[in-house]
């Protein structure tokens, strides 16, 4: 999932614009490696901070989309982790992400299902309560979209008590973020080891 939140052209204030021509060259050029690879690649939008709820908005968004499916991408997620103020208001997240599968991902016929991060992505503020944006999701978004999840703290093991637990609220099997290495705070290395905190009693279904 490709979703920097030092790209400009990712998150506020520059979402709504078209990339210009050389950094859409590159994400193309990427595009294409990850095809080659048979790497499924996911371009990710991040426009919570400053979204406006408004079909003008909207109409942003989709011909962002627009773009990106042009420059190759047939892989798409949204962001609305760490922001405030009415971005973070479920009902309208809700609303957005049925539109576009809707509108675009269906509309299109050969794009992946969305993938969402949302606002409550972390159990250690999640919001359980009936108007809380988790089960909000569970009763209202578009079961096709597939929901992130870091587990029980930011950076935490994988368990089936976690997913039982996120998977109650969304009323779906839930997309685990493996939020481990974090390289915020180490960014002149590529960080790898092996990994581990990965509970073996879990499957697919």
Request: negative net charge; hydrophobic residues 35%.
């Amino acid at each position: 999932i490709y979703g920097p939140k030092d790209d400009p052209y990712h998150s506020s204030p520059n979402w709504r614009k078209p990339y210009p021509a050389q950094e859409a060259e590159q994400l193309k050029e990427l595009v294409e490696c990850a095809r080659r690879n048979e790497v499924l690649f996911y371009w990710a939008i991040h426009p919570g901070k400053d979204i406006r709820w408004t079909k003008e908005d909207y109409d942003l968004l989709v011909a962002k989309f627009e773009m990106m499916y042009d420059l190759g991408v047939r892989s798409f997620a949204i962001f609305f982790d760490d922001i405030e103020g009415e971005g973070t208001n479920p009902v309208r997240q809700v609303e957005l992400l049925n539109s576009l599968t809707k509108d675009f991902v269906r509309a299109k016929g050969d794009v992946s299902d969305l993938i969402v991060c949302p606002t409550d992505y972390s159990r250690a503020w999640i919001k359980t309560y009936y108007d809380g944006p988790l089960p909000t999701y569970g009763r209202s978004l578009d079961k096709s979209v597939n929901v992130m999840y870091t587990g029980d703290v930011v950076c935490s093991d994988l368990t089936k008590d976690t997913m039982d637990f996120f998977n109650n609220l969304v009323k779906r099997p839930g997309y685990y973020w493996g939020n481990w290495p974090v390289s915020d705070y180490c960014r002149n290395y590529i960080l790898q080891g092996p990994a581990y905190g990965l509970d073996t009693s879990l499957t697919s279904d």
